[in-house]
Structures are given as C-alpha cells and as structure tokens.
Nanobody, 117 residues
Framework: VQLVESGGGLVQPGGSLRLSCAASGFTFSTYIMSWYRQAPGKERELVAR????????IYADSVKGRFTISRDNAKNTVYLQMNSLKPEDTAVYYCNARGQPWSAGYWGQGTQVTVSS
C-alpha cells in the first residue's frame, strides 16, 4: 500500500491550494478516504472524509464552506481543494485510507501547507 501526497506549499492568506493523494496497492474505490492535518504542538485532526459508496462527505467545522474533498476512482486519487486559506490552516496534511470506519488504515507521508503573508 502506498499513499503519496502532493500539492502543499506556501500560500498567502485568502489563497488556494489543491492537495492530491495518489493511492496504490489496494482497491481504491472501496476505501474510505480522508485528509487529516497536524499543526505544531497539536494533535492530528480530521479535516475531511469521503466515503466509497455514494461519495458522501464530512468536514471539520473549521473548514466547512472553504474546503472540498473529492475522489477520482479511475485515477486512484483523492483531492482536497482548499480555498480562502487562513494562517490557522498551517499544518502537515496527511492522506488516510481505510476499509472500515473503525480501522486505522494506511497513512501517507504528509505534505506541508503554510499560510502566511
């Protein structure tokens, strides 16, 4: 199993970034895909999740209306479109894949997002 995140970087407040997570080694279309983030000195937190069946989504309250998670099962890739970025969005963003909601699943190596002027 491999999850490879990309798309992070430095962006000014109010800007946008799109993160990608390319997956391999499992049946992507059947897995729940999530984005988590971890800021310095804080615990890792769920940002957004997209389910396999029907593609329903959930978001952390702090990102609702600004971030959008999506998946392309043909490309085995999950995306996180981040708009109206704020300094408090600064964190390492991790991709997670799990077969069941209660399983720990697999993690990518993370990509740094820094929002600063």
């Amino acid at each position: 199993v491999q999850l490879v995140e990309s798309g992070g970087g430095l962006v000014q407040p109010g800007g946008s970034l799109r993160l990608s997570c390319a997956a391999s080694g499992f049946t992507f279309s059947t897995y729940i895909m999530s984005w988590y983030r971890q800021a310095p000195g804080k615990e890792r937190e769920l940002v957004a999740r997209i389910f396999s069946a029907g593609g329903s989504t959930i978001y952390a309250d702090s990102v609702k209306g600004r971030f959008t998670i999506s998946r392309d099962n043909a490309k085995n890739t999950v995306y996180l479109q981040m708009n109206s970025l704020k300094p408090e969005d600064t964190a390492v963003y991790y991709c997670n894949a799990r077969g069941q909601p209660w399983s720990a699943g697999y993690w990518g190596q993370g990509t740094q997002v820094t929002v600063s002027s």
